[in-house]
T-cell receptor
Framework: GENVEQHPSTLSVQEGDSAVIKCTYS??????FPWYKQELGKRPQLIID?????GEKKDQRIAVTLNKTAKHFSLHITETQPEDSAVYFC???????????FGTGTRLQVFP | GAGVSQTPSNKVTEKGKYVELRCDPI?????LYWYRQSLGQGPEFLIY????????DSGLPNDRFFAVRPEGSVSTLKIQRTERGDSAVYLC???????????FGPGTRLTVL
């Protein structure tokens, strides 16, 4: 069935360093891959997304890369700041549906 | 404008009781989604609506769970004969016609004692 694996489960970095979170999906018919940020006790919020016809997308300090052949996609955060500390979820969506299949999340801690 | 809202924010109930959770989507959004999030996990899909009809209810765990959206706006998730394993945060999201982004509500934390 549909499955999204996410690694690592926790990630600690020093302020200013880069952080990378990786996801793997099982359904080759997936064509949309969003990333959500969830701060403690808050709702998930979309930070960046990518469609399968694109290999990379960047928005300021955040970038996402997609390897369709390997069914991998990754989130890259550069010049991390303490306010980047949160849980990040990747997700995948099949072309013929609107439901999202989420990964298990990565807790990112950025130390000043 | 106003975001997705959910009521109640917290619900504590006893095993075996019936509960209703309400979601108010962003005005004009045609799609509405319900997810369940257990501690330390990602949101797990339950059901989604396009307008008034359930487009996909494949995530509902069993027949104790039911959801409605009678007028294509507000939705209610109904859980009968609650069990302790139903304890989780129930998240609602909505999206506009043809849009990719799902906007999430703050969730309802359900605790079944």
């Amino acid at each position: 069935g549909e499955n999204v694996e996410q690694h690592p489960s926790t990630l600690s970095v020093q302020e200013g360093d880069s952080a990378v979170i990786k996801c793997t999906y099982s359904d080759s018919a997936s064509n949309y891959f969003p990333w959500y940020k969830q701060e403690l006790g808050k709702r998930p919020q979309l930070i960046i997304d990518i469609r399968s016809n694109v290999g990379e997308k960047k928005d300021q300090r955040i970038a996402v890369t997609l390897n369709k052949t390997a069914k991998h996609f990754s989130l890259h955060i550069t010049e991390t700041q303490p306010e980047d500390s949160a849980v990040y979820f990747c997700a995948a969506r099949r072309y013929n549906t609107d439901k999202l299949i989420f990964g298990t999340g990565t807790r990112l801690q950025v130390f000043p | 404008g106003a975001g997705v809202s959910q009521t109640p924010s917290n619900k504590v109930t006893e095993k075996g009781k019936y509960v209703e959770l309400r979601c108010d989507p962003i005005s004009g959004h045609t799609a509405l989604y319900w997810y369940r999030q257990s501690l330390g996990q990602g949101p797990e899909f339950l059901i989604y609506f396009q307008g008034t009809g359930a487009a996909d209810d494949s995530g509902l765990p069993n027949d104790r769970f039911f959801a409605v959206r009678p007028e294509g706006s507000v939705s209610t998730l109904k859980i009968q004969r609650t069990e302790r394993g139903d304890s989780a945060v129930y998240l609602c999201a909505s999206s506009r016609q043809g849009g990719n982004e799902q906007f999430f509500g703050p969730g309802t934390r359900l605790t079944v004692l």
